[in-house]
């Protein structure tokens, strides 16, 4: 038998061949982080040419906001919408999947096909089948009720479409993790539970669910990152924060205080406070899940 030998001889081999990912990560992730927490201390005219040192008070401007509490309060229930009805979703229709027997290559395809679309490509189609007057969606939902819709002319109800949009963008990539999942449950498992009677849905959330629970807490940390970050494009192209700033997201705030108001400092300060937020949500997400997770 041949001796095994090591793929280096050195750590320098290593090393350089890490470089490259070193130097990307340095550049693209790192030094912008730095540069934007250190920006959040200072005053920023014009795309941040001018810069003047004021320490915390970008940060007690946010704090002493309504408007910006207002965008905290609507980004967290966006993001409870979200990661609830599309981890819900995804489930059900994962389930419906893994149960099918004929063609489920093409009806996996056609669940999944929306995540292949860019955002903003999403958004943009979406809007025009939303129109109040050239709308597919609109015209249909007009004919069977009675009513002339407007979607985007109430706040809760254009953070209710918005809400939808983005579960719907976001299904196909849950659905890929958990179609997984599922097939991976031993078939001496469903076998049994079908013995003693156990219905359909009582053996999605009695056997299946605890099994697959590691799958469901990667994904809920994912579709919150998702709700956070992910959806600007949405929020952008379909309401610009409005109306009445229902949809005014904190991404969305941040990116316009930066580029419509020319308040790089302002926008920092948001940056770092947004990070934190979905950092402390990520932490007790997994604290709270880890007692409830099986992985065996």
Do not use: C
Request: overall charge negative.
């Amino acid at each position: 038998m041949a001796e095994f030998t090591k793929p280096y001889d050195s750590t320098l081999q290593a090393g350089a061949l890490l470089l490259p990912t070193v130097i990307v990560l340095v550049a693209f992730l790192y030094y912008p982080a730095v540069q934007t927490f250190r920006l959040s201390f200072f005053q920023t005219l014009l795309l941040g040419t001018k810069q003047t040192f004021v320490g915390l008070e970008n940060y007690i401007i946010l704090a002493t906001s309504s408007g910006y509490r207002i965008s905290i309060l609507v980004s967290f229930a966006f993001a409870a919408a979200v990661v609830i009805g599309t981890l819900a979703a995804s489930l059900f229709v994962s389930y419906l999947l893994f149960e099918v027997e004929v063609a489920e290559s093409g009806y996996l395809l056609i669940a999944i096909w929306p995540y292949a679309l860019p955002t903003a490509v999403a958004a943009t189609v979406l809007l025009f089948m939303l129109h109040p007057n050239l709308g597919i969606i609109t015209s249909f939902v007009e004919s069977l009720t009675g009513l002339s819709i407007d979607w985007f002319t109430s706040g809760p109800q254009a953070f209710v479409v918005v809400a939808i949009v983005a579960i719907w963008k976001q299904l196909g990539y849950n659905i890929i993790f958990l179609t997984a999942a599922l097939n991976n449950v031993p078939e001496s498992l469903t076998e049994s539970a079908q013995l003693d009677g156990v219905g359909r849905l009582r053996m999605l959330y009695r056997v299946y669910v605890p099994l697959i629970s590691p799958t469901l807490v990667f994904l809920v940390v994912m579709n919150t990152i998702y709700a956070f970050f992910g959806t600007f494009p949405l929020v952008d192209l379909m309401t610009s924060g409005g109306p009445n700033n229902a949809t005014n997201l904190l991404i969305f705030k941040l990116y316009r205080d930066a580029f419509a108001f020319s308040s790089l400092g302002k926008a920092s300060a948001e940056s770092v406070v947004l990070f934190v937020i979905v950092s402390v949500l990520m932490y007790l997400q997994l604290r709270y899940t880890d007692s409830h997770t099986h992985y065996a």
